[in-house]
């Protein structure tokens, strides 16, 4: 190992030492000496903290155990919303109709997620059923550009609709079923699923 690596490596070592002594030892009368949202912003890089501001946190181990806190919490989330961008699929349920005509008048159904609604509305005697992406999905604008082949699945793993999205993020076809799509879904367990098909 060259020797500035070796002093790298010491200074590191050192640094993390000190830090861990510092959380660990409670500071008589010790109380948070600087707010979240300051805090915030020198994590962000939209201001970085002043000479003063430094000293404060470092000779505060409330505040710099805060200060961590707001770090790791920051990581995790940074880490949620890039998982977000993978869209795997998403599933719903029927709620409970509370009468036999309001269920065969069903017109939407929303998966337990939010992002899919499966609109149907009654066409020629029978139906047709849309398939509707919400624009708040944090994968929308993937979706959108890529334009996967995507399906809608019932309970019982038969197609309902297969298709691209549009522009305006629909897919749209003819109810398959000789069933209104209430009582569709209620013979086979009132769950439905949108996902990728598979290349």
């Given at each position: 190992m060259k020797e500035n690596d070796l002093n790298s490596a010491q200074d590191d070592l050192d640094a993390r030492l000190q830090e861990r002594l510092l959380l660990s030892h409670p500071t008589p009368g010790d109380r948070l000496m600087l707010a979240d949202a300051t805090l915030l912003a020198a994590l962000d890089g939209t201001r970085p903290l002043t000479p003063n501001e430094r000293q404060a946190l470092s000779a505060s181990p409330l505040t710099l155990r805060r200060f961590r806190q707001l770090s790791l919490e920051r990581h995790a989330?940074?880490?949620?919303?890039?998982?977000?961008?993978?869209?795997?699929?998403?599933?719903?349920?029927?709620?409970?109709?509370s009468t036999a005509s309001a269920a065969e008048a069903l017109e939407s159904l929303v998966t337990d997620d939010g992002h899919w609604t499966l609109h149907f509305l009654p066409q020629d005697g029978g139906w047709q059923v849309i398939l509707s992406l919400s624009a708040e999905a944090p994968f929308a604008a993937r979706l959108l550009r890529e334009q996967p082949q995507l399906r809608v699945i019932d309970g019982g793993g038969a197609i309902v609709l297969q298709g691209r999205l549009d522009a305006d993020g629909e897919c749209e076809r003819t109810w398959p079923f000789a069933t209104a799509p209430a009582s569709h879904f209620q013979l086979y367990g009132a769950g439905f699923a949108v996902e990728p098909v598979a290349p």
């Open positions: 989330s940074a880490q949620a919303a890039a998982n977000d961008l993978i869209w795997t699929g998403s599933s719903g349920m029927l709620r409970a109709a």
